[in-house]
């Protein structure tokens, strides 16, 4: 039983799997360094950071390992399950003595002493539910009871979880990787314009009612607003970015990590390494999801059928777009957000879910067709 779960037959996609090596050796080195501002400002133990980056690095290689066995086509039956039990596990933040609240935000779960965030898992599950959804309307898919209608409930209703945390970042996240995912499964056009509209209207409604949402446009708008307020982070990230100049600093040598850059190892991180690298390492930095986005897309054209090339679009849309979110909100090109840089900054769960992302897309691109 066990083994027709995890029946493996081809090898993973070696470009592929040498991306992600990198992105996640890069990824550790650079952390490394901007922890170290960390614990010189603040007092943080060194040594408890880098554990617990190693710690959460180890599992989530682990995971992604067992994930690049476990045969794909088995995600498509338990998908309800799995979306299900996410809905309920995202839900426990808001239980008190569960729950963790962290800068006004209820995104976390501890158990004997270790948080758990579960938006991270939400996310994965909605999108293997999506392909299930999807690939299983096949022709209905441009009927409106068949692909927009149920695709709009069940935004609504992770939505709500997300945004009463509020995870408004995620959420976007996840609205555009389940559009993309049905713009793949061949929906309308009409349709696809009015879900995007809806999306629209529904974001600049919350950014008109939560005022920190309103503060990030303001100050995306005209940065130097207010220097010492809502565009410190903003303004310290492109001193940083700017003094990198061609080559940067040097490893551990960013100046900007110990006392200026607001979360160092959080959603700031990308700032210390163009410090440290320079204009050509956030290049090569950049370059790396970019080869992880089109080699990605590759597999998904490549899929054996079309839960699977459903499945590794939703993937790699999760992973693409919080990494470019990330950077983008640092280069000032996009309003700031809270998303980490995936594989690279500070957290756990999103760094062992990531990796649970890349091992399933590994593990469909064992089956890609030649």
Same mark, same amino acid.
């Given at each position: 039983?066990?083994?027709?779960?995890?029946?493996?037959?081809?090898?993973?996609?070696? =470009?592929?799997? =040498?991306?992600?090596?990198?992105?996640?050796?890069?990824?550790?080195?650079?952390?490394?360094?901007?922890?170290?501002?960390?614990?010189?400002?603040?007092?943080?133990?060194?040594?408890?950071?880098?554990?617990?980056?190693?710690?959460? !690095?180890?599992?989530?290689?682990?995971?992604?390992?067992? $994930?690049?066995?476990?045969?794909?086509? +088995? *995600?498509?039956?338990?998908?309800?399950?799995?979306?299900?039990?996410?809905?309920?596990?995202?839900?426990?933040?808001?239980?008190?003595?569960?729950?963790?609240? +962290?800068?006004?935000?209820?995104? =976390?779960?501890?158990?004997?002493?270790?948080?758990?965030?579960?938006?991270?898992?939400?996310?994965?599950?909605?999108?293997?539910? $999506?392909?299930?959804?999807?690939?299983?309307?096949?022709?209905?898919? &441009?009927?409106?009871?068949?692909?927009?209608?149920?695709?709009? $409930?069940?935004?609504?209703?992770?939505?709500?979880?997300?945004?009463?945390?509020?995870?408004?970042?995620?959420?976007?996240?996840?609205?555009?990787?389940?559009?993309?995912?049905?713009?793949?499964?061949?929906?309308?056009?009409?349709?696809?314009?009015?879900?995007?509209?809806?999306?629209?209207?529904?974001?600049?409604?919350?950014?008109?009612?939560?005022?920190?949402?309103?503060?990030?446009?303001?100050?995306?708008?005209?940065?130097?607003?207010?220097? &010492?307020?809502? %565009?410190?982070?903003?303004?310290?990230?492109?001193?940083?970015?700017?003094?990198?100049?061609?080559?940067?600093?040097?490893?551990? &040598?960013?100046?900007?990590?110990?006392?200026?850059?607001?979360?160092?190892?959080?959603?700031?991180?990308?700032?210390?390494?163009?410090?440290?690298?320079?204009?050509?390492?956030?290049?090569?930095?950049? %370059?790396?999801?970019?080869?992880?986005?089109?080699?990605?897309?590759?597999?998904?054209?490549?899929?054996?059928?079309?839960?699977?090339?459903?499945?590794?679009?939703?993937?790699?849309?999760?992973?693409?777009?919080? $990494?470019?979110?990330?950077?983008?909100?640092?280069?000032?090109?996009?309003?700031?957000? %809270?998303?980490?840089?995936?594989?690279?900054?500070? %957290?756990? !769960?999103?760094?062992?879910?990531?990796?649970?992302?890349?091992?399933?897309? *590994?593990?469909?691109?064992?089956?890609?067709?030649?």
């Amino acid at each position: 039983m066990i083994k027709s779960y995890f029946k493996i037959s081809n090898p993973v996609d070696r =470009w592929l799997f =040498w991306i992600l090596a990198l992105l996640l050796s890069a990824g550790f080195l650079i952390f490394l360094s901007a922890s170290i501002g960390l614990h010189a400002r603040e007092g943080v133990s060194f040594g408890s950071i880098a554990t617990s980056r190693l710690l959460a !690095t180890a599992i989530g290689i682990g995971v992604a390992y067992a $994930a690049s066995l476990f045969h794909y086509k +088995h *995600l498509r039956h338990y998908a309800f399950t799995i979306f299900l039990s996410s809905i309920v596990l995202t839900g426990l933040v808001f239980i008190p003595g569960l729950g963790v609240e +962290h800068g006004g935000a209820r995104r =976390w779960i501890s158990i004997f002493g270790l948080s758990f965030q579960p938006a991270e898992l939400l996310k994965l599950a909605f999108v293997i539910y $999506a392909a299930a959804l999807f690939s299983s309307a096949k022709d209905k898919i &441009q009927d409106f009871s068949s692909g927009p209608l149920p695709l709009l $409930a069940l935004l609504i209703a992770a939505g709500l979880l997300l945004l009463l945390q509020p995870d408004t970042d995620t959420f976007v996240v996840l609205f555009i990787a389940i559009l993309s995912m049905f713009v793949v499964a061949g929906g309308r056009i009409r349709h696809i314009g009015i879900i995007g509209l809806i999306g629209l209207l529904g974001l600049s409604a919350l950014i008109l009612s939560r005022p920190y949402l309103k503060e990030r446009v303001i100050t995306f708008i005209n940065p130097a607003s207010d220097l &010492q307020g809502a %565009g410190w982070q903003i303004n310290q990230s492109l001193i940083a970015i700017g003094s990198g100049g061609f080559l940067g600093r040097g490893f551990g &040598q960013s100046v900007q990590k110990f006392s200026f850059l607001p979360e160092p190892i959080g959603d700031s991180i990308f700032a210390v390494a163009a410090e440290e690298f320079g204009f050509i390492g956030s290049i090569l930095l950049i %370059g790396l999801f970019l080869a992880f986005l089109l080699r990605g897309m590759r597999v998904a054209s490549r899929s054996p059928d079309m839960f699977s090339g459903l499945l590794s679009v939703g993937i790699v849309i999760l992973i693409g777009a919080s $990494a470019f979110m990330n950077i983008g909100s640092m280069l000032a090109i996009i309003p700031l957000s %809270g998303l980490p840089l995936v594989f690279v900054s500070h %957290g756990g !769960t999103a760094l062992v879910i990531a990796l649970l992302e890349a091992g399933i897309l *590994l593990n469909i691109s064992r089956y890609q067709k030649s």
